[in-house]
Antibody, heavy 120, light 107 residues
């Protein structure tokens, strides 16, 4: 069965960086894109960006351009999301989600979420 | 900019029909998708391509589209349907957008 298992909770200071991992199993990793979506406490879902696990192409949300980097390691079927220059409003649960069908923009499987807390 | 607008809350009694709308100027050109999210859990896809239901999703969940508005309908609402619901779409460049979410309360 398809699973996306994310790394554990993180606490960071303002200005630091965080790197969250998302290990995929149960399917051919390179056949699907991965998006990252975050959710601040009590707020809605915010799409952060997408990466092709096939060729590493990326598409980042304009709001996060320059602060976010998404990568994949096909040898371990793992996607990564690094966010730099953290601020208090980056405190959120971060999800990875699999693009259901190439070129059809929706998600069929989600990771369990990783809480990132930014606090001095 | 691409915006999707949902009502913040909808309330229904058990057994009634809940309708949650999502409006956006681009919806006539792009499909909409719906996710259910319960507290402390990741979202779950309940409708894709405006009106298709994934396997495992109860038949009481349905979707429809008319012009700039898409609607998620839950017929015969059950207590377990109480959750936040998000619509989602994307533009042709693969940039995704979410609506603000609707909290469904089962009275």
């Amino acid at each position: 069965q398809v699973q996306l298992v994310q790394s554990g909770a993180e606490v960071k200071k303002p200005g630091a960086s965080v790197k969250v991992s998302c290990k995929a199993s149960g399917y051919t990793f390179t056949s699907y894109g991965i998006s990252w979506v975050r959710q601040a406490p009590g707020q809605g879902l915010e799409w952060m960006g997408w990466i092709s696990a096939y060729n590493g192409n990326t598409n980042y949300a304009q709001k996060l351009q320059g602060r976010v980097t998404m990568t994949t390691d096909t040898s371990t079927s793992t996607a990564y999301m690094e966010l730099r220059s953290l601020r208090s409003d980056d405190t959120a649960v971060y999800y990875c989600a699999r693009e259901a069908v190439a070129g059809q923009y929706y998600f069929d499987y989600w990771g369990q979420g990783t809480l990132v807390t930014v606090s001095s | 900019s691409y915006e999707l607008t949902q009502p913040p809350s909808v309330s229904v009694s058990p057994g009634q029909t809940a309708r949650i709308t999502c409006s956006g100027d681009a919806l006539p050109k792009q499909y909409a998708y719906w996710y259910q999210q319960k507290p402390g859990q990741a979202p779950v896809l309940v409708i894709y391509k405006d009106s298709e239901r994934p396997s495992g999703i109860p038949e009481r969940f349905s979707g429809s589209s008319s012009g700039t508005t898409v609607t998620l309908t839950i017929s015969g609402v059950q207590a377990e349907d109480e959750a936040d619901y998000y619509c989602q779409s994307a533009d042709s460049s693969g940039t995704y957008f979410f609506g603000g979410g609707t909290k469904l309360t089962v009275l």
